[in-house]
């Protein structure tokens, strides 16, 4: 499926990824599969040509900033940065996130139980089932709607106190998103 509204660079990464990987077995094991996803960024960075510039992502690198590009450059490109992160622990991470989920939903059914099941089942005692659903996915809606305007409001905040930095961020935010 095409996307057309998509930005060029994540259109030609996709290309890439379903060109490179396309009549390669799935690996092994993590080593073999450590192996071909370096393999992939330096054929995508180095050696294919993207189709709407007829450049390598490096040639356009150079062409830009008038300069080899070193590993991972922190300009705005169609370079793809990649590095193995060494102290990362795939184990490690699941457990925290489980444990992160786990007690997010023991919260969610405290709040649940404590604030919102008795007024909410006297008002849907008549409703019928579509009905109580309804209400209670526009209660997560709106829950979810009040978080994010609350977090808007910190990130105004946060702009008002140091302007330049924020807009520094926003400029470079949407120069990435520009070049997608």
Do not use: C
Request: proline fraction near 3%; glycine fraction near 2%; hydrophobic fraction near 30%.
């Amino acid at each position: 499926m095409k996307d057309n509204n998509q930005r060029p660079a994540m259109r030609e990464f996709e290309m890439a990824w379903q060109e490179f990987f396309k009549n390669k077995l799935k690996p092994k094991n993590d080593e073999e599969e450590k192996k071909e996803q370096e393999e992939f960024h330096h054929w995508y960075n180095y050696v294919r040509k993207q189709s709407d510039t007829g450049k390598t992502p490096a040639e356009m690198y150079k062409e830009i900033y008038g300069k080899e590009p070193h590993k991972n450059p922190s300009e705005v490109s169609r370079m793809m940065n990649f590095e193995w992160d060494k102290d990362y622990n795939e184990d490690f991470e699941d457990e925290n996130f489980n444990e992160a989920h786990k007690q997010a939903v023991e919260i969610s059914h405290e709040i649940f139980e404590k604030d919102i099941w008795k007024n909410v089942k006297s008002e849907l005692k008549d409703a019928t089932k579509r009905e109580a659903y309804q209400s209670m996915f526009t209660l997560g809606f709106l829950t979810y709607m009040k978080i994010m305007d609350e977090e808007m409001a910190d990130l105004k905040e946060k702009a008002k106190q140091n302007p330049k930095e924020f807009e520094e961020t926003i400029g470079k935010f949407k120069q990435i998103m520009d070049e997608k």
